[in-house]
């Protein structure tokens, strides 16, 4: 069984939090044999997948700074039975096509299991080209309904779990006639779908407009028109913020003064730069707790930062920090970096603490819970929590 402790309440510590020897040093003991081409006693290889190119590249650097703290401060407490572990990083771009050529560069480089996938378009066909290859997958970002039982583990919420806590949003705001649009790409799709899928079902509010912009265009008049004809109350954008931010300032502009919500792959503070200043009021997001949302982070935080350069994190850095930490229980557990072993003991863990919580995975490798709230724009663009939803 895996302690329970919460890492956010330990004492402070000059950049490693206590939990994480607690939760790496206890459990089974013996050694760890190596897998594929690892030499026993070298370093453990975790391969992330990330865009570090092209216009998600922010989210790379987040997700490797994340990572890269959580390999600091288990190879300080030790390692893995004695082994350091070792980041190996490649670019997906969040394009289908770069992902499986960057996948297919991670499997040569030898590495023991995968801590990337940020757009799930991109994430999605480098699934098969791990699994081939026996390397483990925990997923810290990309969400997308589509990844759901294929074999990879995913610490982010789902996008039935997002679609269900907008729903539960929208349906306390009392809105009668709701608008969803999204860009197109597997992740905002699904989203899209799903909210006005399980929006329908529930029977809350209506859903009078469901569309699509092409996240390569700069005017959406056409699809701002249509939602402004459609008389809507409130607005589920899917999509990423480059095209968030231009639709929704344009959506303002052309008069819609009522609720905008957006999804997790539009909170960040860029959002609020290419929406302007003034266009983001009333603007809410559904994404998972961000490290200054979190009771106790500032030793995490300060840690980041160190490893940063003097960089705040932004999403899904604590999400990355906590893939290195599953991955790096489930080889301890294991006694191995064998991927059956480890994929084995990974399912099997019960109370890791993470920034969601307690760690419980479903049968079929997600989360038993999505942790999702509502943020909303703050201080400088940046988005602060505005409700957890909890009753």
């Given at each position: 069984?895996t302690?329970?402790?919460?890492?956010?309440?330990?004492a402070?510590a000059?950049?490693?939090l206590a939990?994480?020897?607690t939760?790496?040093?206890a459990?089974?003991g013996g050694g760890?044999g190596?897998s594929?081409t690892e030499?026993e006693?070298?370093?453990?290889?975790?391969?992330?997948?990330?865009p570090?190119s092209?216009?998600e590249?922010a989210?790379?650097?987040y997700?490797q700074?994340?990572a890269e703290?959580a390999i600091?401060?288990?190879?300080?407490?030790g390692?893995?039975d004695?082994?350091q572990?070792?980041?190996?990083?490649?670019?997906d771009?969040?394009?289908?096509?770069a992902s499986?050529a960057?996948?297919q560069?991670?499997v040569?480089a030898?590495?023991?299991?995968?801590?990337?996938?940020?757009?799930?378009g991109?994430?999605?066909?480098?699934?098969?080209?791990?699994?081939d290859?026996g390397?483990p997958?925990v997923i810290?970002?990309?969400n997308?309904?589509?990844?759901?039982g294929?074999g990879?583990?995913?610490?982010?919420?789902?996008?039935?779990?997002?679609?269900e806590?907008?729903?539960?949003?929208?349906?306390e705001?009392?809105v009668?006639?709701?608008?969803?649009?999204n860009?197109?790409?597997d992740?905002s799709?699904?989203l899209?779908?799903?909210?006005?899928g399980?929006?329908?079902?529930?029977?809350s509010f209506?859903v009078?407009?469901?569309?699509?912009?092409?996240?390569a265009d700069?005017?959406?008049?056409?699809?701002?028109k249509?939602?402004?004809?459609?008389?809507?109350?409130?607005v589920?954008?899917?999509?990423?913020?480059?095209?968030?931010?231009?639709?929704?300032?344009?959506l303002?502009?052309?008069?819609?003064?009522?609720?905008i919500?957006?999804?997790d792959?539009?909170?960040d503070?860029?959002?609020?730069?290419?929406a302007?200043?003034?266009?983001?009021?009333?603007?809410?997001g559904t994404?998972?707790?961000?490290?200054?949302?979190?009771?106790g982070?500032?030793?995490?935080?300060?840690?980041?930062?160190?490893?940063?350069?003097?960089?705040e994190?932004g999403?899904?850095s604590i999400?990355?920090?906590?893939a290195v930490?599953?991955?790096a229980e489930?080889?301890?557990e294991?006694?191995s970096?064998?991927g059956d072993?480890?994929?084995t003991?990974i399912a099997?863990?019960?109370?890791?603490e993470?920034?969601?919580?307690p760690?419980k995975?479903?049968?079929?490798?997600?989360?038993?819970?999505?942790?999702?709230v509502?943020?909303?724009?703050?201080?400088e663009g940046?988005?602060?929590l505005?409700?957890?939803?909890?009753d």
């Open positions: 069984m302690s329970s402790t919460n890492p956010w309440r330990r402070p000059a950049i490693s939990a994480v020897a939760l790496l040093l459990g089974c760890i190596g594929g030499t006693g070298g370093p453990i290889k975790l391969g992330m997948l990330a570090f092209g216009s590249a989210f790379g650097d997700m700074n994340g703290l600091q401060e288990i190879n300080d407490d390692g893995i004695g082994r572990l070792e980041l190996v990083v490649e670019d771009a969040c394009d289908a096509t499986v960057a996948a560069k991670l040569t030898g590495i023991d299991a995968s801590v990337g996938g940020y757009c799930s991109a994430t999605l066909p480098t699934i098969p080209v791990f699994k290859a390397i997958m810290p970002a990309a997308s309904n589509a990844i759901v294929q990879a583990f995913m610490i982010n919420g789902t996008g039935t779990q997002q679609a806590a907008a729903i539960k949003f929208a349906t705001l009392g009668t006639k709701v608008a969803a649009v860009d197109q790409t992740y799709k699904d899209a779908d799903t909210f006005v399980d929006a329908e079902e529930a029977g209506k009078v407009h469901d569309g699509a912009v092409n996240p700069k005017d959406f008049s056409a699809n701002v249509a939602v402004i004809d459609a008389d809507p109350e409130f589920y954008w899917t999509g990423y913020y480059q095209a968030g931010g231009l639709l929704t300032r344009q303002r502009e052309a008069g819609f003064e009522g609720t919500l957006v999804g792959g539009t909170v503070a860029q959002f609020a730069e290419i302007g200043d003034g266009f983001t009021d009333d603007v809410f994404f998972t707790k961000t490290p200054d949302m979190l009771e982070a500032d030793d995490w935080i300060a840690g980041y930062k160190k490893i940063s350069g003097g960089k994190p999403p899904y999400q990355s920090y906590d930490r599953v991955v489930g080889m301890k294991a006694g970096t064998e072993a480890v994929n003991a099997a863990i019960d109370g890791l993470l920034s969601s919580g760690l995975f479903t049968d079929d490798r997600t989360l038993s819970g999505g942790g999702f509502i943020v909303t724009v703050g201080p940046s988005f602060v505005h409700d957890d939803l909890q």
